[in-house]
């Protein structure tokens, strides 16, 4: 089941990129909460918690 594991870090990779992008948001707007940085901010949180228990199950099924 090593593809739970690749998989599990594509989701992390891209929440990285969400992260960024609420990042680059947040500077765009001088700190100001946008509706569009809570979106990105979302958007990570789902996709690092799924990159994350995709590699936890990996560590579980081995």
Do not use: C, P
């Not at 700190?31 to 799924?50: D, E, H, Q, S, Y």
Request: aromatic content about 14%; hydrophobic content about 60%.
């Amino acid at each position: 089941m090593k593809i739970n594991l690749i998989i599990g870090i594509v989701f992390v990779a891209l929440a990285l990129v969400f992260f960024g992008l609420s990042w680059r948001d947040y500077l765009r707007e001088q700190g100001r909460k946008t509706i569009t940085r809570t979106v990105w901010l979302r958007l990570a949180f789902i996709f690092l918690a799924v990159g994350i228990g995709l590699s936890f199950l990996h560590v579980l099924i081995r």
